[in-house]
């Protein structure tokens, strides 16, 4: 017997889905867009430049109107909240307008870098001003100059950087020829926005291994189906591995015919404690490090999470985080430059969590989403689990504790 679980709908798809929408030549019509924190950050800042949106069948269609015009900036501060899509993209939005506006967000975002897209587009002729910490928001951008048809990004540090130029270039002039340079991370979610760009018609080829080029034309309103969400998955599938029962979360494609990089959890939880060691590159997957080092609690090996130093530079340092607060559990993490290594729980520790008289171990998710979720699935093995600010899910998956509860309960029946 198995538990249907219901997942939401993909963020990054979400995410790419209004921009293109936004900037399309033509209305467009998104089916299931995920509503969260994030995507209604990115509404209110799209909103601002111009374009409407229209809700119907409560919440499941939305009707996307672009701009009559994108030249004209908005007067007022843009506030992304904690939406790294939302600042980052309405960033390279600079590239269209013709007068000067400030992004914002809450005091995480304002500690997140965002210098290696601001420098590119300071060569792209963007007067960019930080004005708070250096590399960070929040900031003040002015278009200067005609965008030039070439650039060199750094794409070590985030995958999110490339598909901004990505998302506006097929409205520059001459389009763009882009050079990422570095470790190119997340290659899934570039890929993800490539596809979505084809899909409205764009023309996007790969010229090398670091080489994009972008023709004119701006992309096609269309309707865009958005998929369940791999990423929300991953936690649905690690509470199944975590309590020994068969979760399916419903609605996803298979991995094979996703665009989605997190499908790759299906693999790697299936190769966990398959060898002598457990060793997950993270590399292009790097959300999937939450859910992993909750399950690698549970492992009968220790596993090494590597490829992840990028995960530092997210809404919370997440491998300081996973570290520090599953070590107040009497977890044994070994903290690395690039991920985790993580020891598998002893079975009389998380017995002693299970006693009644048991003391209560708070986390704190760092305002987190992925941190909450991931202390979350935990919790179904050590239910002296308690989670600071359990609302911050609503970044990504609003109903996660409602399906964890659901979870739980079945898992109890088996």
């Not at 992304?80 to 307008?97: K, P, Q, S, Y």
């Not at 989605?260 to 993270?282: C, I, K, M, P, S």
Request: hydrophobic share 45%; with cysteine; proline share 7%.
């Amino acid at each position: 017997m198995t538990l249907l679980v219901r997942t939401p709908t993909s963020k990054s798809m979400t995410q790419r889905a209004l921009v293109l929408a936004a900037l399309a030549q033509g209305p467009s019509e998104l089916h299931d867009p995920l509503d969260c924190d994030d995507s209604r950050h990115l509404r209110s800042m799209l909103e601002a430049f111009g374009t409407t949106f229209v809700e119907g069948e409560a919440g499941r269609r939305l009707w996307v109107h672009p701009a009559a015009s994108l030249r004209i900036a908005p007067a007022r501060a843009l506030h992304c909240g904690n939406a790294g899509t939302a600042i980052r993209f309405g960033a390279a939005l600079a590239l269209l307008t013709d007068g000067p506006f400030v992004l914002d967000g809450d005091a995480h975002m304002q500690r997140r870098p965002i210098g290696p897209l601001t420098e590119c587009l300071r060569t792209m002729g963007i007067r960019v001003e930080h004005l708070g910490h250096p590399g960070c928001p929040p900031m003040r951008l002015e278009r200067l100059l005609p965008a030039p048809s070439v650039a060199s990004l750094d794409g070590s540090l985030s995958s999110q950087f490339a598909s901004a130029l990505l998302l506006v270039a097929p409205l520059l002039p001459n389009g763009l020829q882009l050079e990422l340079t570095g470790r190119i991370v997340s290659r899934p979610y570039l890929d993800m926005t490539i596809d979505m760009l084809r899909a409205g018609g764009v023309d996007v080829t790969w010229q090398s291994e670091r080489e994009l080029r972008v023709l004119p034309g701006r992309p096609r309103g269309r309707i865009s189906i958005i998929e369940s969400d791999w990423s929300a998955a991953a936690f649905i599938l690690a509470a199944g591995r975590i309590t020994g029962t068969e979760l399916v979360p419903m609605g996803l494609l298979e991995p094979g015919a996703s665009r989605q990089g997190d499908a790759a959890v299906v693999r790697w939880l299936a190769e966990l404690d398959g060898a002598a060691t457990n060793e997950v590159d993270l590399t292009d997957c790097p959300d999937l490090i939450a859910p992993l080092a909750a399950v690698a609690l549970f492992a009968r090996r220790p596993t090494r999470l590597r490829g992840a130093a990028h995960t530092r530079w997210k809404e919370c340092d997440r491998v300081a985080v996973l570290a520090s607060e599953f070590r107040k559990l009497g977890a044994d993490l070994i903290e690395h430059d690039d991920g985790l290594t993580v020891n598998p729980m002893p079975s009389a520790v998380i017995e002693r969590t299970c006693e009644p008289a048991a003391e209560r171990v708070l986390l704190d998710p760092h305002e987190d989403h992925r941190m909450a979720m991931a202390f979350g699935i935990a919790s179904l093995r050590m239910p002296s689990i308690r989670i600071k600010n359990k609302g911050c899910v609503s970044k990504s998956f609003p109903e996660f504790w409602d399906v964890l509860e659901d979870i739980r309960a079945y898992a109890a029946t088996r």
